[in-house]
């Protein structure tokens, strides 16, 4: 019961670290257009918004990863569970 109630606590903090980063996402976006609309360089601004989508996508991964672990998802899957 420990271990389910560890997982729940992974699975809440990935998805609050998901919607982070979503959020970093579009301000870096919006960044990064403002800057190459005033024609400046926007080469770092484009380089960050790069590596926050590699992060969002390394989270995504653990999050399926973690859901794809869990016995009740997979009870229900199998029609065994409620």
């Given at each position: 019961m420990?271990?389910?109630?560890?997982?729940?606590?992974?699975?809440?903090?990935?998805l609050?670290?998901?919607?982070?980063?979503?959020?970093l996402?579009?301000?870096?976006?919006?960044?990064?257009?403002?800057?190459?609309?005033?024609?400046?360089?926007?080469t770092?601004?484009?380089?960050?918004?790069?590596?926050?989508?590699?992060?969002?996508?390394?989270?995504?991964?653990?999050?399926?990863?973690l859901?794809?672990?869990?016995?009740?998802?997979?009870?229900?899957?199998?029609?065994?569970?409620?």
């Amino acid at each position: 019961m420990e271990r389910d109630g560890l997982k729940t606590v992974r699975r809440a903090e990935l998805l609050a670290r998901l919607e982070l980063l979503d959020e970093l996402i579009k301000e870096q976006a919006s960044r990064a257009a403002f800057v190459r609309e005033k024609g400046w360089d926007a080469t770092v601004y484009e380089r960050r918004s790069k590596l926050l989508e590699v992060t969002r996508q390394q989270y995504l991964g653990l999050l399926k990863e973690l859901l794809s672990q869990d016995p009740v998802r997979d009870d229900c899957a199998n029609g065994d569970g409620t």
